[in-house]
Structures are given as structure tokens and as C-alpha cells.
């Protein structure tokens, strides 16, 4: 009786040693998985107020591809640290860093991943739209938001004065806007170059945004891209991508 006892005790004490093992065993797999996972996943480093991460952020998420988000504090020279110039020599943000490939301006980042997640296209398999597509694109990228960027404005503030900053940035804001209201006249529909987000609304929606929230400038003149901008604020890929919903972004 004694045996059998001590030998049922011994056996419960042995299933419980087995289970234990196998959670334990699964535990560390499911560990193993989650930072495998980790290293594997896209790391976008980002600056909450920036226009051209922004565009990224889009990008990401009308894509459904997950991300680390890395903030880089602009503010406090964080771009000048010897990690993130190793990353961007010049500097700048953002920069997509996928396992050993590393990929700075929104420009490329944006092609990058156009080749690498064809699934949710968004660039047009029409020439002449993807063309559309490029130029709206460049408008943004190239003749509006480098007259805006920080670096220019203080050169501004501390060449021509303080009182320059503003006016100087509305300036080549609305130029680019009146050269973009004419290009898409034809083309617009729902969106920028069709009835499908594309390429031209990820680099435009920030643009806009950020022309009417930091730069007030008038959108009064610019009525399409005023309806552009409406459209936009309903597509929840863009609003989670604005700089206010940012993990970086100062509290209100």
C-alpha cells in the first residue's frame, strides 16, 4: 500500500515536472519568436514633427507593414550623435533601416518599399499617371519642403533676421501649392491622381498639413488641394501617421 502510494506520488511529481518543462519550453520559444521578430522588423527613425517621416509613416501604413518607431529628437542635435551619422551622414530623418540595409530620404525609402511590398501598390501601372505621381512627388520633396526646413530657417533667421522666417517659408509654400493645384487639375479625383491613394498623396497630405497648422498659410486659393486635404483627414493610415499621434510627440 505504502508502494503504491510513493509510486503515485512519484508519478504526479514527474507529470508536473513535465509540464512545467514544456511551459518553460514554450515559453523561451515563444521569447526566441518575439525577438526574432524584433530584429527582423523594419526600424524607421523618426522625428514626430517631421514632414518627411511623416510621408514614411503613410507609406507604412497604407502598406500594413509593422515598424519600430525610433525616435530622433532633432531639438537636442540627436541627428549629430556618432550612431545615427554612422546611419545619415548629413543627418537627416527619416532613415529605414531593414536588417542590414540601410536607407536614408523619404524619396528612396518610398521606392524601397514599393518594390518590397508590391501587394498594396501605390504608385499607378500607368505611365503617365505614375508619371503624375513622380512630379506631384518632387514638387513636395524638392521645391517646397527644403525652404521650410529647420536648418534653412534658422540661416534665414540669423542671415536676414528673425522676422524673415515665416514669410520666407509661406513664400515657397504657396509657390509649390499653386504649381501643384494646376498640375492635378486634370488627374485629381477622390484623391490626388485617381480614386486610389498614391504616391502623390503620401508626399502631399504632410505638406498641407503642415502649410496650414505651423505656416497658415491661406488655403482659400487652393481649393482642390483644399478638398484634397479634407479627403485625406478621413483615411485612418494618414491620421495615425500625423505628427500629434506620435510616441515622441510632447504632451499636450
Request: proline residues 6%; negative net charge.
Amino acid at each position: 500500500m505504502v508502494r503504491s502510494s510513493l509510486f503515485i506520488y512519484l508519478c504526479s511529481i514527474s507529470s508536473i515536472i513535465l509540464v512545467m518543462n514544456e511551459h518553460e519550453h514554450e515559453q523561451a520559444q515563444a521569447q526566441a519568436q518575439a525577438q526574432a521578430q524584433q530584429q527582423n522588423q523594419l526600424k524607421l527613425y523618426s522625428y514626430w514633427r517631421s514632414s518627411c517621416s511623416c510621408r514614411i509613416r503613410m507609406a507604412l501604413n497604407l502598406k500594413s507593414v509593422e515598424y519600430q518607431y525610433i525616435p530622433v529628437n532633432l531639438l537636442k542635435g540627436e541627428q549629430f550623435s556618432p550612431e545615427f551619422q554612422k546611419l545619415n551622414p548629413i543627418g537627416y530623418v527619416p532613415v529605414l533601416v531593414d536588417g542590414d540595409i540601410v536607407i536614408s530620404d523619404s524619396f528612396a525609402i518610398f521606392m524601397y518599399l514599393e518594390e518590397k511590398y508590391p501587394e498594396i501598390p501605390l504608385l499607378p501601372s500607368d505611365l503617365a499617371k505614375k508619371a503624375l505621381n513622380f512630379q506631384a512627388a518632387n514638387i513636395v520633396c524638392s521645391s517646397i519642403q527644403p525652404f521650410q526646413n529647420a536648418t534653412v530657417l534658422k540661416y534665414i533667421e540669423a542671415k536676414v533676421g528673425p522676422d524673415e522666417r515665416i514669410p520666407w517659408a509661406k513664400f515657397h509654400i504657396e509657390k509649390g501649392f499653386e504649381a501643384l493645384e494646376k498640375l492635378l487639375t486634370d488627374g485629381a479625383r477622390r484623391y490626388a491622381t485617381g480614386n486610389e491613394v498614391s504616391m502623390a498623396d503620401v508626399f502631399v497630405a504632410p505638406q498641407l498639413h503642415y502649410g496650414t497648422k505651423r505656416f497658415d498659410v491661406d488655403m482659400a486659393k487652393f481649393p482642390l488641394l483644399t478638398r484634397l486635404n479634407e479627403a485625406y483627414s478621413e483615411l485612418p493610415e494618414f491620421r495615425n501617421a500625423m505628427p500629434e499621434n506620435q510616441p515622441d510627440a510632447p504632451s499636450a
